[in-house]
């Protein structure tokens, strides 16, 4: 399967538990030092009054300085490890306070004619960009108290002459109280419906599986609407994005929608790439919901999503029904993929939220307001890791930052409030950080059965979350859906919880008399049960009932999910025992840059990039094949879970059935398998130029697979195949070979993908890469 896959999946495919046959057209897991500068921190002092950006660069460098500039503005952020890696983060309080001066006295339209990267994104964004004159005279401290001061009819008379640069230097100078205020009188909410209005607050469910199994996911569905939740979008997350396979999971969203009747009130959605949505929708015309799409916020970083202005284009202009575009974004995932460009995160970001509106009026031409199709973007804040930001505050700074740089471009934005298990972000911190985030009012959240999603291994937000923040805040929900919930009997008509409040196979009741089930309802709620034991052994777990309160996660599967958070917790920082390296046959062990095991998991970048040590070895390795290189190298690293490497019945039966199979197609393989401590994807790909990139190679064509320990979560232990071919040409060039042109094969476990069947599946995959060289 040739797979395309979003920014999520993508990031998180250290955590997928069923097989995943993908190509990498995304945003990396691990972080690239690709296109990174590295530059010392800015020093901004000794500032002359009213002085702005351009009259202090050119007073103390004499001339305009495109990297001071640019240092300036990245400055103005509130801390974040990602500006720190690219350079642009201020060194102390005090050059940010300054950086945030000058910046707050630089007028509109002096920013407007410096641009801090340009290329064709940018230029989309200009373009659609209204014009207003008036605004290039004021400063931006006079833009943020217009914003602050201001009502919502007078905010959104100039919204449309923002750009997306300008509205993230507004939101820099503002503090976390004023971007809620932001965030209390901005609405943008999808026409016809209160989704993204004053005082409502809408949910995605995310019923995913990790086997893709249909039952897993529409059974999360029935789970999410005994609770009363799920009015925007029912969106999962594919492990297979085969067109095939997509569209068996878009019809069976679909069935559950069309069955209760609720087919203009709330859409389906596989977070597939765009095009494989497309592809689906051939197969069942209709039934596909919602299109997708990760985006990023230059032309570069969307390329490693397969994505295009003109592609966009084209999708939206076959978008003509009541349901158009859903996006998904996220500060750092541009940087941590190696097209930072040398300016910070959250311009980056906000040119993301230029591309959803420029795209939001491309499905708007020729469209009146009543038929112009839904638009909604997602920001994922906090799934990459802590490369990009470590702690709560930060978590809580990224949401608002987005929540009110989306409503600014005039969009409906909702937030996945997330951590991944490597930061430092607990269970009971998520908590925290909702009570924190929930002022500003974003138009939706993410919604589980519980806050560790089964397949992506992360951390967001349940089921009973959302019913605690409708407690709360006074947050309904969109009115029409709500109605629903009264008419299936979850909620009543004194709009209080019933006895079937937390009771999925209430739902599941009332979906079989939707289909015309003659069984008595003791018969159908058996049948669900069986059907709910059952999806639990598969390891997706489905809430039932509730604690003290109606929004407190029942306590037996409370503890079941703390359970696997610690489990997650020590496996992530378990390191590879010295016996178990010597079990491995003819092993090389070897290192890459990393210090220690800390240094690797907040440090990425670090594990990408090989020891002088051991490109050392490599090449004395290289030295012995005289001539006659393998076809194929094995290489094994511990990634973020050394235990999936080490557990019994993981490794050896697939490295045995892989060898077997691949040296039966005919292919001659290493005898001596790479063994990295502290290695990341990319690790495989320098490993490959050293053996394969010189002249003594004598190959046309060499292939590398990278078995790696998956991020950890599912309590799986499941480790993952990253399989690359390529030329003597593209091992040469340094950085050549990249996700671009790897498939991997996910999942991998005595518990979940069987070990010897993965080695078939990535042995077959191999295979074809090769003969694609031919």
Not at 17 to 45: Q, R, Y
Not at 532 to 549: L, M
Not at 631 to 647: E, F, H, K, Y
């Amino acid at each position: 399967m040739n797979r395309k896959i979003s920014r999520k999946e993508f990031l998180a495919q250290m955590g997928i538990l069923g097989t995943s046959v993908v190509v990498f057209n995304s945003c990396g897991f691990s972080s690239s030092t690709k296109n990174v500068v590295s530059m010392d921190p800015p020093v901004i002092d000794q500032l002359k009054s009213g002085e702005d950006i351009f009259s202090y660069i050119k007073r103390t460098t004499g001339d305009f300085n495109q990297t001071l500039f640019r240092q300036i503005i990245g400055a103005a952020n509130e801390f974040k490890e990602g500006d720190q890696t690219l350079g642009v983060a201020a060194e102390s309080s005090e050059t940010r306070k300054n950086s945030r001066i000058l910046l707050a006295n630089t007028r509109v339209g002096d920013l407007n004619k410096q641009s801090l990267f340009s290329d064709e994104l940018y230029d989309l964004i200009q373009n659609t960009t209204e014009k207003n004159p008036d605004l290039d005279s004021w400063t931006v401290g006079e833009l943020k108290d217009f914003i602050l001061t201001q009502p919502e009819p007078s905010i959104k008379e100039i919204m449309p002459a923002l750009n997306s640069d300008i509205i993230a230097c507004v939101v820099k100078l503002m503090s976390n109280e004023e971007l809620i205020k932001v965030g209390q009188k901005v609405f943008n909410p999808i026409p016809g419906t209160q989704i993204g209005s004053k005082g409502y607050m809408s949910a995605r469910v995310q019923p995913n599986s990790p086997t893709d199994n249909p039952t897993d996911i529409v059974w999360q569905v029935f789970d999410a609407w005994s609770y009363g939740v799920g009015d925007l979008v029912l969106g999962t997350n594919p492990v297979s994005s085969d067109p095939k396979s997509v569209a068996e999971i878009e019809k069976a969203l679909y069935d559950v929608i069309t069955t209760f009747g609720l087919e203009k009130t709330i859409s389906n959605c596989v977070l597939s790439h765009i095009d494989v949505q497309s592809e689906a929708e051939k197969i069942y015309p209709g039934t596909s919901g919602i299109w997708f799409q990760s985006l990023a916020g230059t032309v570069n970083a969307n390329q490693t999503f397969d994505v295009t202005i003109a592609k966009m284009n084209e999708h939206m202009d076959s978008r003509n029904g009541q349901f158009g575009l859903y996006a998904e974004t996220g500060q750092g995932a541009d940087f941590t993929n190696g097209h930072g460009e040398g300016f910070d995160m959250l311009v980056h970001e906000s040119r993301k939220y230029g591309f959803v509106r420029a795209l939001k009026y491309r499905l708007a031409e020729r469209k009146t307001p009543e038929n112009t199709p839904w638009v909604h973007v997602n920001d994922v804040a906090g799934f990459i890791g802590p490369e990009v930001f470590k702690s709560k505050e930060q978590l809580v700074r990224c949401c608002l930052e987005d929540t009110a740089m989306g409503k600014l471009h005039g969009l409906t934005i909702g937030l996945d409030v997330c951590s991944t298990l490597h930061m430092d972000v607990t269970l009971d911190d998520l908590d925290w950080c909702i009570e924190q985030i929930m002022p500003a009012n974003p138009a939706y959240l993410m919604a589980l059965p519980t806050k560790n999603d089964p397949m992506l291994s992360y951390l967001t937000t349940g089921f009973y979350n959302h019913v605690k923040v409708r407690e709360q805040f006074g947050y309904k929900i969109n009115d029409s859906m709500w109605d629903f919930f009264k008419k299936i009997e979850i909620i009543g008509e004194d709009n209080k919880p019933t006895a079937n409040f937390g009771d999925p196979t209430w739902v599941y009741y009332q979906y079989r008399m939707a289909k015309g089930d003659l069984r008595t309802r003791e018969e159908i709620v058996a049948e669900g049960r069986k059907t709910i034991a059952e999806i639990e052994d598969r390891g997706v777990p489905i809430a039932q009932g509730f604690g003290e309160n109606a929004w407190d996660l029942e306590p037996e599967l409370d503890k079941k999910i703390h359970a696997l958070y610690e489990d997650a917790k020590e496996s992530l920082w378990t390191e590879m025992t010295p016996d178990f390296v010597k079990l491995i046959p003819a092993a090389v062990p070897l290192l890459t840059k990393s210090k220690d095991r800390k240094d690797y998991v907040y440090h990425p970048e670090s594990g990408e990039v090989l020891s002088d040590d051991a490109v050392g070895k490599l090449e004395a390795m290289q030295s012995t094949w005289d001539g006659e290189s393998p076809d194929i190298q094995l290489v094994i690293s511990d990634g973020l879970n050394a235990r999936a490497i080490m557990d019994e019945g993981h490794l050896t039966p697939f490295l045995i059935e892989l060898k077997g199979n691949l040296e039966n197609m005919g292919y001659k393989v290493s005898s001596e398998p790479i063994l990295y401590t502290h290695g990341r994807v990319r690790a495989g790909y320098a490993t490959g130029e050293v053996l394969f990139g010189s002249s003594q190679s004598q190959k046309n064509k060499n292939g590398i697979v990278h078995i790696i320990g998956e991020r950890p979560g599912s309590g799986h232990h499941n480790f993952s195949a990253y399989i690359t071919a390529a030329s003597f040409d593209q091992w040469k060039e340094k950085g050549k070979v990249d996700h671009d042109i790897t498939r991997v094969v996910s999942g991998i476990s005595d518990t979940a993908l069987k070990p010897q069947k993965a080695a078939q599946q990535a042995a077959e995959i191999m295979d074809g890469l090769f003969k694609k060289l031919a």
